[in-house]
């Protein structure tokens, strides 16, 4: 039996339609596929219809088995959707979770066996009231509410995505951190039974698992920061980072550590996957920063993925934060090329 996720709040940091995508990129985008001749009478074509060699982002054969739980929403958070915000078909099945392999459908193709019930999360460290959360847990110890995000990965290009979840300082602020705890370090499942990227090392691109992420406390207390349990109206798929991931669209993607089953607070700095393997290019903090290039390509401009084939792209202007300008002061008096 599906269970119905029941969406009671509407964020301020809900976005609108034309908050998410700049008007000129949208009818740049129309104009491009008029060009191409991918426009007639009535509009954009099907998906369908634009799908065919150049459509990269197919993959053999996904036939996801995973069962996702239905989301029952009100007519005033379906109304919230961005028009021009990645599909749903894309944005589960072009992903990075190097735990099923580093091609963008490994996710898709290796992971529907993911099991995710039961599940336990665990809130643990330098705090008062450590929490341990089962499954069911996740999806009624906070009111969940829906937040559409721009999600810019380091590689440069990027999607606008509807999760559904809570913020991850409320869930934080539950377990009432010490005064000395200082920074907050997630951890991904470990299961290399499960993921074949954990079994191997080729197919797991060197990363040692289990993949950890980390943000200061001050970070993870800001209210964009969030904890996702679902997207597109439904419960997250194991691609996605079932049953519950971070979502920071501020940083870079990969500070949004999917499948996660542990968040300690601690008083040092902790270890993160990416810095540890190569920390000449991908620093702790991973701030979105247009003026600060990766060594190997430039970070200044992206590749927003609109829509199922290679026409649906449009390269746009990074942003500063990533178009989050709220979380400046959380850095006002670093040096963001020192602290990439
Ligand atoms: N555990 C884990 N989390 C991860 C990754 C990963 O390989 N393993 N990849 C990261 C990267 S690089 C990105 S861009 C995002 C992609 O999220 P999405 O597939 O939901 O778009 O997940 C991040 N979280
Ligand atoms: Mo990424």
Redesign the pocket.
Known sequence: MPKFIHLRSKSSSALSENDVTDEHVYKNRRTLLKQLGFIGASGLLSNKALAGPFDWFKSDDPTPTFKQQALSFTQSNAKNYPIPSTPESI?TSY?????FGTAKDD?IKHSQSLSVEPWTLQIDGLVEKPITLSYDDLFKTLDLEERIYR?R???AWS?V?PWIGFELGKLIALAQPLSSAKYVAFS?LLSPEQMRGQRNQFVGGG?EYP?VEGLRLDEAMHPLAFLSVGMYGKTLPP???API?LVTPWK???K????IVKISLTDKMPPTSWNRLIPSEYGFYANVNPTVDHPRWSQARERRIEGSSVFDQERVNTQMFNGYPEVADLYKNMDLRKFY
Request: hydrophobic content about 35%; aromatic content about 18%; proline content about 4%.
């Open positions: 944005a992903n990075n979770f190097y735990e996710p999600l990965c380091v590689e999607m995505i991904t990363v993949y691609q996605n980072g991931r870079y993607g990969f949004s550590i999917k499948s």
